[in-house]
């Protein structure tokens, strides 16, 4: 806990000596980050929807396509289709029927249930019924997977002692705790709507964790862990720009 | 006889070489100057043509190839980049602010590359 401080430090006072030192002009830079994918072709965009599992306080079919519709409406220069949520779940497990199996598909509760529903991203002819629907977009969809996180461990805080004059320290102390979060698994998966094949796909996995008493609900979780995941996914489509400063050196 | 006209040609030719090398540094210094000047008002473009220049008179000057690193990020060329921080830390192994410039860099070209693609 204070290692990290007193590093950062002892580097900023280095860097000042070395900067007394040396002829050096700090300068902003904004570092453009091309897209990983070339969307030239498309003109809009429709987020289908995500096979979603894990907890049931979150409908993480539904936000997750809410909220990267809304910021790829700010953030990028295709427009964003306005249409249904696509029930891919349900999609997925026709799909099974039709193929002969009559059994129901497990609850998606871990990402090894994730499995029996995958096979509809491979379904070329079905992506491109949905991109004819849709005058052809890039198609967005993939599988989120919001689990709930208990953790035993040891965390390092700081505790008040008072010596024998009665002097105040402050010292670093190592205690066992239970903590508690989510953790957000998962894969976008891009889908040329033209012909229904998979352009590109990304996985992404985030966790949080908090003390076990304190309570933070659900959804609230869901959106601070997504929103370490926006950057990732809006640099697939679309060029960022990275601002910092560096140093140049005469 | 042979043996002492060999250090004093090795002499002779440190006499002639080190003012050459010092005038070859006056030199890289004076475009590492110049684009400087010009990357403040923003002419990036210009300032990586100095500081090639810079570069080519004196491979060994290390704020020249710092700059150049500068200079391809803020162009998005991040493979050159790479290079030339690299290059200036070769130079410069010391070097507390090439360091932090080079840390910087890299988080950025992690984060372009960080999460798993398929």
Known sequence: MIARPVKALSSLVVVLLATACTNSFEIPIETPILPKLDVA????????????GGTEDVDGNLETTRLLRSQLRTKSQLRVIDSDVLPLVDVAAEGRDSGGAATAPPPIKEEKDLE???????????????GEEYQQP??????????PLQRNSIVQREQ????SFGRRRVVPVRTYMERKGFSLDGRFIFIDGRSGATLHSESFGEQI?????????????????M???????????????????????? | MRTAVIPLALFLLTLV????????RSDAKKQVEFGITVAQRGLWREAIYRWERAAQIDPSYAPAHNNLAIAYEHEGDLAKARTAYERALELEPGNALIKQNYELFREINDRTTRQGTQ
């Open chain 1, 160 to 163: 008040e002692v008072y010596d």
């Open chain 1, 116 to 130: 029996a529903y995958e096979h509809v991203f491979a379904n070329v002819e079905y992506w491109k019924k949905i």
């Open chain 2, 17 to 24: 070489t080190v003012p050459l090398q010092a005038d070859a």
């Open chain 1, 209 to 225: 964790l908090y003390n076990a008493n304190q309570t933070t609900p659900a959804l609230s979780s869901y959106f601070e862990l």
């Open chain 1, 41 to 52: 072709a498309f003109q809009r965009v429709l987020v289908a929807g995500f096979i979603a």
């Open chain 1, 227 to 250: 929103d370490r995941l926006i950057p990732t996914f809006l640099s697939t489509l679309s060029s960022q720009k990275i601002k910092g400063t560096r140093i140049l050196l005469q």
């Open chain 1, 138 to 147: 890039l198609i967005v969809t993939g599988t989120v997977m919001f689990t």
